[in-house]
Nanobody, 125 residues
Framework: VQLQASGGGLVQAGGSLRLSCVASGRTFSDYAVGWFRQAPGKEREFVVAISRAGTKKNYADSVKGRFTISRDNPKNTVTLQMNSLKPEDTAVYYC???????????????????WGQGTQVTVSS
């Protein structure tokens, strides 16, 4: 499966952005999808994952209550709504897909087989 992430940009602290990840090439509903982010000089870290059917979601503590993930399988799209953004949310955001069992929401980057190209999110203070 190929992934294309988009929607990043520059926003002030407290603002919102919506990221999209569009997939092509395989049956999208066979994959859990995760978002990761990487800030300069830091390791790529887990943000959130959604199960194949979208019924289970797994959020990192740092984004709980502020970020919401959803998916539309017929449209091969996963959306990440990011609200109440903070300067520490600044990073390149990557979507990734894992060919896995129903209900899984993996948080480790090594679980994911396919990665998009990343989209920059910058939050100014």
């Amino acid at each position: 499966v190929q992934l294309q992430a988009s929607g990043g940009g520059l926003v002030q602290a407290g603002g919102s952005l919506r990221l999209s990840c569009v997939a092509s090439g395989r049956t999208f509903s066979d994959y859990a999808v995760g978002w990761f982010r990487q800030a300069p000089g830091k390791e790529r870290e887990f943000v959130v994952a959604i199960s194949r059917a979208g019924t289970k979601k797994n959020y990192a503590d740092s984004v709980k209550g502020r970020f919401t993930i959803s998916r539309d399988n017929p449209k091969n799209t996963v959306t990440l709504q990011m609200n109440s953004l903070k300067p520490e949310d600044t990073a390149v955001y990557y979507c990734a897909a894992d060919y896995t069992v129903s209900g899984a929401t993996p948080s480790h980057r090594d679980s994911y087989d396919h990665w998009g190209q990343g989209t920059q999110v910058t939050v100014s203070s």
